[in-house]
């Protein structure tokens, strides 16, 4: 509030940032011991959103990798 934003709360900041980390692709088990969850699976209850995006963008990576390199079906 001091610096003027309004309606953002602690928790919000804290799911925003454990969500980049995921995003970037750092391992669960790294963000859960930084969040202080006591395992993994907290982790992924939580913010198994973040991770089904990330799984999305890296299907996508794949996807474009193998129409480069495989020949098309005839």
């Known amino acids: 509030q ?7 709360r602690y ?16 391992d669960v088990a790294s963000v859960a011991a930084h969040m202080g969850h006591s395992s993994p699976e907290t982790t992924l209850r939580h913010y198994a959103d973040a991770i089904a995006q990330r799984d999305h963008a ?17």
Do not use: E, F, W
């Not at 001091?2 to 953002?8: I, L, R």
């Open 2 to 8: 001091a610096h003027g934003y309004t309606g953002v």
């Open 11 to 26: 928790h919000d900041l804290r799911h925003t940032h454990a969500c980049m980390l995921l995003a970037a692709g750092i």
């Open 58 to 74: 890296n299907a996508q990576v794949m996807q474009s990798v193998l129409v480069d390199v495989l020949p098309p079906k005839q």
